[in-house]
């Protein structure tokens, strides 16, 4: 996964190969092919590692919050100010932004529903402790993670002319008083 990062860094994924994933990694094809079909499954494995690490850090910076609307609403903040930060992320956006396409207009991937299963855990939890208002937990987390997923993909151009802090502030008083009883 190491070797097959560096190669996304370096050239991006659509340009990412098995062969040079294996000489970066000191393995021959062989080995890796043991263990991945093909080149898509390699960068697929990497970024759900990648991004499901992003998304565990983004709720471990939320953790002290008091209430699970406050853990949501700070961890979603947080996951979109890590993954716009993040190299791997940066990369596949402005080197292979068409290869995103199909995850915000067609289907949702792995790394999406791993972050609505988050999202999904956040709002039953506040439930529980009454800090998040009634409703279909599944409809609530898509429509949070559709939120989530425009500020990941737009923040760059979105704070162009204005403070990113302060756009993040906005956001994150939306989700708050979206998800407040």
Do not use: W
Request: aromatic residues 2%; positive net charge.
């Amino acid at each position: 996964m190491d070797a097959a990062r560096r190669c996304v860094l370096s050239v991006g994924l659509r340009r990412a190969t098995l062969a040079e994933i294996a000489r970066t990694a000191k393995v021959s094809r062989m080995t890796l092919y043991r263990r991945f079909p093909d080149v898509r499954s390699v960068l697929s494995a990497l970024m759900t590692r990648e991004f499901g690490a992003l998304l565990h850090e983004a709720s471990a910076a939320a953790a002290g919050a008091q209430t699970a609307r406050q853990r949501l609403v700070h961890s979603a903040v947080a996951a979109v100010r890590l993954l716009n930060d993040d190299e791997l992320m940066r990369t596949v956006i402005d080197v292979d932004t068409e290869l995103l396409l199909p995850y915000i207009v067609d289907r949702l991937g792995g790394t999406q529903r791993v972050g609505e299963q988050v999202i999904k855990a956040h709002l039953e939890a506040g439930k529980q402790d009454g800090s998040i208002r009634g409703g279909d937990p599944v409809v609530q987390a898509r429509a949070i993670l559709l939120v989530v997923q425009s500020f990941v993909l737009s923040l760059r151009a979105a704070t162009l002319d204005v403070d990113s802090k302060a756009l993040l502030g906005e956001m994150s008083r939306h989700l708050d008083a979206a998800l407040r009883p």
